[in-house]
């Protein structure tokens, strides 16, 4: 089974930069699709940012020149850079890959994951 595991959350000041990781345990897992989500309480969640397979991203409005992901040269793991941080950025930041996201190498796994969150706390 596969597992996500992000860090680099903190706290910072407005206008600070954190970078965010999100890493597939076992060494034969590739990741190629990443969707990074925001969620307050463990249930309200909205979408901030995504890599398709073909490694596009798409933004949030509310993010969108300020964030920026990205993947590793050998897509071990996936990155979620965030400059010019607002207090409305605070968060349990969530990687989580969709179905056909993670390769090995013999297989396109058929499931999502999603991993447990960071913290990213922005005050000013």
């Known amino acids: 089974q596969v597992d996500l595991v992000e860090s680099g959350g903190g706290s910072v000041r407005v206008g600070g930069s954190l970078r965010l990781s999100c890493v597939a345990s076992?060494?034969?897992?590739?990741?190629?699709?990443v969707n990074w989500y925001r969620q307050d309480t463990g249930t309200r969640r909205e979408l901030v940012a995504e890599?398709?397979?073909?490694?596009?991203?798409n933004y949030d409005a509310s993010v969108k020149g300020r964030f920026t992901v990205s993947r590793d040269q050998d897509r071990k793991g996936v990155w979620l850079q965030m400059d010019s941080l607002k207090t409305e950025d605070s968060g349990v930041y969530v990687c989580q890959t969709p179905p056909g996201g993670i390769t090995t190498g013999r297989h396109t796994l058929s499931s999502e994951y999603w991993g447990k969150g960071t913290q990213v706390t922005v005050s000013s």
């Open positions: 076992g060494p034969e897992y590739r990741i190629r699709a």
């Open positions: 890599m398709a397979n073909d490694g596009t991203t």
